[in-house]
């Protein structure tokens, strides 16, 4: 019979306790659901008043949360399911990410040069060697777009002239299906799906350690 490896209880006993942590947080979230649909509402109700003004922050606040705050556009979202629906939602969420990332690609091809990206490379302990040296593979651009900050890896790839189609796709492949798993958790909260948000809380989770795990692995190659 095959043991278990000390490392492998430690990683079991952490998936254990997040799964855990993420079904209290739930279980929480629908003992407080009166209390949060009564803002998620008053907040819903503000933007069906003036929609498009609506729309337009909430664009905006989706665009700067890719370099400033990411839940600040997370947190309006189930005003935003209310106001227009799962799906409008979904396609504003994810054109404001694009939007954000697609500048700072601009910002990093037209207005800074290597010096600039080496310091931002250096500050966050990672090494330049791979981002600015040669023809860097897809797989590889894929992998530092979903874990690593926008205000990195944009000004990076767009400092040595990374080509835009595979930018773009890179960006579609990994912002799309989290945008669109962020709008179901918000919808499955009012649906009263405790299983599913259960479930896709911890689909999330996954998605985070697993950016975690790649950006701990570029800033402390072995």
């Not at 109700?45 to 839940?71: D, H, K, M, N």
């Not at 080509?163 to 890179?170: D, G, I, K, Y």
Request: proline share 4%; charged share 15%; aromatic share 16%.
């Amino acid at each position: 019979m095959k043991r278990i490896t000390p490392s492998g209880w430690k990683t079991f006993r952490l998936f254990a306790l997040l799964f855990l942590f993420i079904a209290s947080l739930a279980l929480l979230t629908y003992g407080l659901r009166s209390e949060l649909v009564a803002v998620v509402e008053g907040l819903g109700e503000t933007i069906r008043e003036a929609p498009v003004l609506g729309a337009i922050i909430f664009f905006v606040a989706s665009a700067c949360s890719v370099l400033f705050l990411f839940l600040s556009s997370v947190l309006l979202v189930p005003s935003a399911i209310l106001a227009w629906g799962k799906w409008l939602t979904f396609l504003i969420l994810a054109a404001g990410w694009l939007c954000g990332w697609m500048a700072t690609y601009a910002i990093g091809r037209f207005f800074h040069d290597r010096a600039f990206v080496e310091k931002k490379l250096s500050d966050q302990h990672i090494s330049n060697s791979t981002f600015l040296s040669g023809k860097l593979p897809f797989s590889f651009v894929l992998i530092v777009v979903s874990s690593l900050p926008a205000e990195i890896v944009g000004y990076a790839l767009g400092a040595v002239r990374y080509p835009f189609r595979s930018f773009f796709l890179a960006l579609t492949l990994v912002e799309i299906p989290f945008a669109f798993l962020i709008v179901f958790i918000g919808e499955s909260f009012f649906l009263e799906n405790v299983g599913l948000l259960i479930a896709l809380m911890l689909l999330l989770l996954g998605v985070f350690l697993w950016e975690v795990k790649n950006a701990r692995r570029m800033r402390h190659p072995s």
